[in-house]
């Protein structure tokens, strides 16, 4: 594997694993929050320029509905990374102190929690648009893939979008991407271990969407070209 590509999983898991952390910030604490806040941001930057290849061909080539998805996506996860870097900065007690910044803070409170929510919701879906990538990569690690391990990766994937829809109502995250409250619950008493598998499950389910909202509008290019 070429190092560029061991950079990009790199940076992709790594990601992944800090917005899984970032949503629960009140278990993980204040000041542990805005580090990781910031080394998302780090990441994001990283993850950008490892494909600014993409970056330089958006005004090239024919845009088909699977393109424009695509495209959607990556724009809703710039602006919602955008919203969370202005009020993360906004609201910063530690990393950012020294700026010494004051006033009404309701503001970008809440867009901070729009920011996080939608911003979760639509990083996992971009992560599904790119899943046969990531799939494909590890079976050429692996050497292949039999039938068998297929059937096996397509059942576990309907349990964990299962297992995600409930943690998704279990969690209230409806309730916080439309703002019907603006205050986020966390139960101390409960294992971070606990939360971050509910998320990681909810994470999960827009993955799967994600993986075969692509896998349906293929198949029906397909049959449209055929």
């Known amino acids: 594997m070429k190092p560029k590509m061991k950079a990009k999983i790199t940076a992709d898991v790594l990601m992944t694993i800090g917005l899984l952390l970032l949503m629960g910030y009140a278990m993980v604490g204040e000041t542990a929050h805005e580090w990781i806040g910031t080394g998302m941001f780090v990441l994001f930057i990283l993850h950008h320029i490892l494909n600014s290849k993409w970056t330089k061909n958006l005004r090239k080539g024919k845009y088909t509905s699977i393109r424009i998805l ?106 916080y991407l439309f703002l019907r409250t603006q205050f986020v619950f966390f139960n101390f008493e409960e294992p971070l271990a606990f939360f971050l598998l509910d998320y990681a499950a909810a994470m999960g389910l827009f993955v799967w969407i994600g993986h075969y909202l692509l896998f349906f509008m293929q198949r029906t290019r397909k049959k449209k070209t055929i």
């Open 70 to 175: 695509q495209t959607t996506i990556a724009a809703a996860v710039f602006l919602a990374m955008l919203g969370l870097m202005v009020s993360g900065i906004m609201l910063s007690r530690h990393v950012f102190r020294f700026l010494n910044i004051q006033g009404d803070t309701s503001f970008f409170r809440t867009l901070h929690m729009l920011s996080s929510y939608w911003g979760f919701v639509l990083m996992s879906l971009h992560l599904g648009l790119h899943w046969n990538q990531m799939i494909g990569m590890a079976r050429k690690i692996a050497g292949g893939s039999s039938r068998l391990s297929t059937i096996l990766l397509r059942c576990a994937g309907i349990i964990i979008a299962g297992y995600g829809a409930w943690a998704f109502f279990k969690r209230g995250i409806p309730s």
